[in-house]
């Protein structure tokens, strides 16, 4: 608990105020305590049919078709090909790594990645752009990987893209793939962004890439890596107290306006 000082005041910042110290510190000069607070961001999905989409996303988790394969796809879009002005120094004991605060930009491209929940693997393909005909492309390319008789569930979010006129030609003429779109503002229900996440925390946040090419064959290098030590995705949360938080959250946010 924080005490204030007799005759002290409570310095509460504003909205502009540009302050993240840990939550809970405080500080005290001259007879003044400070309390400064972390933001936590989050965005509740007003989704009229959350409840009903988030069921059948984790129940392709949980208790996938028979005779089916549950793939996970999205795009990691404008991923940059960023080269330091110096070498930076490794990481050792008694010294964390360096790396300069500038860089030089040698261009972006876009993984397109179908991650299989049974068994860890992932599908990935690097493209300039990430159009509806990169994402045709890509699909085809799932397409002739997947053994046949196999039915095809993908996951996906509501990009705009996944819902083009031409995407929808393409999927009524191959009869054995079903869509099925996450909540929106829910891309933490799409088990391909895990896969997104650790590829940035290992390989690109820290790397230095001299061209557009080297960043596209350093992360071929981390899919061949990972696709030899998949691990299967599983799904832990309870759907039913997801649905029973969101619905706390939009009767809070009700009851202040």
């Known amino acids: 608990m924080i005490s204030v000082p007799p005759g002290g005041r409570v310095a509460v910042p504003t909205p502009g105020e540009n302050r993240a110290p840990p939550f809970g510190f405080a500080s005290e000069t001259n007879n003044v ?3 400064k607070f972390k933001l936590i961001h989050f965005k509740l999905s ?3 049919a959350f409840a009903a989409k988030l069921r059948d996303v984790v129940g392709l988790y949980l208790d996938p078709p028979a005779h089916s394969l549950v793939l996970s796809v999205d795009e990691k879009s404008q991923i940059q090909a960023l080269d330091r002005t110096q070498p930076g120094l490794p990481i050792k004991k008694g010294r964390a790594g360096t790396m300069t605060h500038d860089y030089i930009r040698n261009g ?12 860890g693997t992932v599908i990935g393909q690097c493209m300039a752009r990430h159009r509806h005909q990169e994402f045709i492309r890509f699909l085809n390319r799932i397409e002739a990987a997947v053994p046949a008789g196999k039915l095809v569930h993908a996951i996906l979010d509501n990009y705009a ?5 031409k995407v929808r030609t393409w999927l009524e003429r191959h009869p054995r793939w079903v869509f ?5 503002s829910c891309s933490w229900a799409n088990a391909v962004e895990g896969f997104f996440a650790t590829l940035t925390r290992r390989r690109l946040q820290r790397g230095a890439f001299h061209s557009l090419v080297d960043l596209q064959a350093a992360i071929n290098r981390y899919l061949g890596e990972h696709n030899r030590k998949p691990k299967p995705f599983v799904w832990t949360a309870d759907p039913d107290r997801i649905i029973e938080k969101v619905n706390r959250g939009h009767q809070a946010i009700a009851s202040d306006h």
Do not use: E, G
């Open 33 to 35: 305590c400070q309390i």
């Open 46 to 48: 007003q989704d009229p």
């Open 108 to 119: 972006t491209t876009t993984l397109f990645a179908a991650l299989n929940v049974f068994d």
């Open 161 to 165: 893209v996944h819902k083009h006129p």
């Open 180 to 184: 099925h779109f996450t909540p929106t």
